[in-house]
């Protein structure tokens, strides 16, 4: 029909422009956040750019669901406008006829939002992690740079070293404080160098002096050294027992079936049915009176599409708390949506209306 093909073709135009905005939008924000966290010694800087493409392909679905939504509503918005819904109704079709055409323009990125849901998500959620827990896999002075403060792996330890030198194992004037059996202990050094002892790697200091303070204010002890070592190692302490849920594959939250991997299953699932929702939605809540402006049916889908985006994540975390059976939110914030829709998507499609109902009863 050439309605239909002109309708999928005006689609795919503002679907393609309203992508590219919210990707570049995106992008911006992640690699904003991206630099501050290399900025804080959480991210390599060497591998910013990965991160960030990683955590795009994340929220990819989102992205998609969004950009698919705000499309639907623009389209239908502007057809309202130019009064070229009036044509479709005077020849005798209504608004449920639009389901179709808008479901053949839509099932591809429906198939793609899945793929990227079950798949891409946990591959670039496994990819930073993998990324990031190696960078805090580091060794202490690996950590430190010249002229900055740097926390060891373990939390305990703050280094600073004066100037760097031409030998990578060998630094001068060298400061650490850490938080060592109840106390406070400050020690400096002229010079130190990263050895092998032990199966791990020490900071032998040398020429420097050190400082114990008690919490308890009991006494403060301070003594000198000639040589002192320091443990640089690398602590695994603060990489926890394994990957969290949304780094995990799809078969391991169904093999897992603990309620946060419910939880990130059931919103992985819920990303999908979400995005069908998001259709029909649009569809309904795209009406426009010609003689009002268009910003407050927009701001209106838009607080629709937050809103409901927002459940989905709260939902999440009830069903990882252990609050909510997975398959009972599914089916009451889904499938409660999906007959909202359908209900008010019929009453449009009939012009029905309180008055006229009640007309016959009046009679």
Same mark, same amino acid.
């Given at each position: 029909m050439l309605f239909h093909s002109s309708l999928r073709k005006e689609l795919s135009r503002s679907f393609g422009a309203t992508l590219v905005v919210l990707v570049t939008i995106v992008m911006t924000i992640i690699l904003i956040r991206t630099l501050g966290l290399a900025s804080k010694g959480s991210v390599n800087p060497s591998d910013v750019f990965l991160v960030m493409a990683y955590t795009v392909i994340g929220y990819m679905p989102t992205i998609l669901s969004l950009s698919l939504f705000i499309a639907i509503v623009g389209t239908l918005s502007r057809m309202y406008r130019d009064s070229e819904m009036v044509i479709w109704f005077s020849a005798g079709r209504g608004l449920a006829d639009l389901v179709r055409p808008l479901f053949q323009f839509a099932w591809p990125v429906l198939i793609l939002i899945g793929a990227l849901a079950f798949v891409g998500w946990p591959w670039a959620n496994s990819q930073t992690q993998g990324m990031r827990d190696q960078y805090e896999r580091r060794s202490d002075i690996d950590r430190v740079a010249p002229g900055q403060f740097q926390e060891s792996a373990a939390r305990n330890r703050v !280094?600073? =070293?004066?100037? #760097? &030198?031409?030998?990578?194992?060998?630094?001068? %004037?060298? !400061? =650490?404080? &850490?938080?060592? @059996? %109840?106390?406070? =202990?400050?020690?400096?050094? *002229?010079?130190?160098?990263?050895?092998?002892?032990?199966?791990? @790697?020490?900071?032998?200091?040398?020429?420097?002096?050190?400082?114990?303070?008690? !919490?308890?204010?009991?006494?403060? *002890? =301070? &003594?000198? !050294? #000639?040589?002192? $070592?320091? @443990?640089?190692?690398?602590?695994?302490?603060?990489? $926890? #027992?394994?990957?969290?849920?949304?780094?995990? &594959?799809?078969?391991?939250?169904?093999?897992?079936r603990s309620p946060p991997a419910l939880g990130e299953f059931g919103w992985r699932l819920g990303m999908v049915l979400a995005a069908v929702n998001f259709v029909l939605l649009a569809l309904v809540v795209s009406g426009v009176n010609p003689r009002v402006g268009r910003s407050g049916n927009l701001l209106f889908a838009l607080f629709c599409f937050v809103l409901y985006y927002n459940l989905l994540n709260l939902g999440q975390n009830w069903v990882g708390a252990g609050r909510f059976n997975v398959g009972a939110f599914l089916l009451a914030l889904h499938g409660g949506v999906l007959v909202l829709v359908l209900a008010w998507l019929a009453k449009r499609h009939t012009h029905w209306t309180l008055r006229r109902a009640l007309r016959p009863a009046a009679r």
């Amino acid at each position: 029909m050439l309605f239909h093909s002109s309708l999928r073709k005006e689609l795919s135009r503002s679907f393609g422009a309203t992508l590219v905005v919210l990707v570049t939008i995106v992008m911006t924000i992640i690699l904003i956040r991206t630099l501050g966290l290399a900025s804080k010694g959480s991210v390599n800087p060497s591998d910013v750019f990965l991160v960030m493409a990683y955590t795009v392909i994340g929220y990819m679905p989102t992205i998609l669901s969004l950009s698919l939504f705000i499309a639907i509503v623009g389209t239908l918005s502007r057809m309202y406008r130019d009064s070229e819904m009036v044509i479709w109704f005077s020849a005798g079709r209504g608004l449920a006829d639009l389901v179709r055409p808008l479901f053949q323009f839509a099932w591809p990125v429906l198939i793609l939002i899945g793929a990227l849901a079950f798949v891409g998500w946990p591959w670039a959620n496994s990819q930073t992690q993998g990324m990031r827990d190696q960078y805090e896999r580091r060794s202490d002075i690996d950590r430190v740079a010249p002229g900055q403060f740097q926390e060891s792996a373990a939390r305990n330890r703050v !280094f600073y =070293i004066d100037k #760097d &030198s031409a030998d990578t194992t060998t630094a001068s %004037n060298v !400061f =650490i404080s &850490s938080l060592e @059996r %109840n106390m406070q =202990i400050v020690t400096s050094a *002229k010079s130190g160098t990263v050895e092998p002892m032990y199966g791990s @790697r020490y900071l032998v200091l040398r020429h420097g002096q050190r400082l114990e303070s008690p !919490f308890d204010k009991t006494g403060l *002890k =301070i &003594s000198e !050294f #000639d040589t002192y $070592g320091a @443990r640089v190692g690398g602590s695994s302490a603060l990489l $926890g #027992d394994g990957p969290p849920p949304r780094a995990l &594959s799809t078969l391991q939250l169904l093999a897992d079936r603990s309620p946060p991997a419910l939880g990130e299953f059931g919103w992985r699932l819920g990303m999908v049915l979400a995005a069908v929702n998001f259709v029909l939605l649009a569809l309904v809540v795209s009406g426009v009176n010609p003689r009002v402006g268009r910003s407050g049916n927009l701001l209106f889908a838009l607080f629709c599409f937050v809103l409901y985006y927002n459940l989905l994540n709260l939902g999440q975390n009830w069903v990882g708390a252990g609050r909510f059976n997975v398959g009972a939110f599914l089916l009451a914030l889904h499938g409660g949506v999906l007959v909202l829709v359908l209900a008010w998507l019929a009453k449009r499609h009939t012009h029905w209306t309180l008055r006229r109902a009640l007309r016959p009863a009046a009679r």
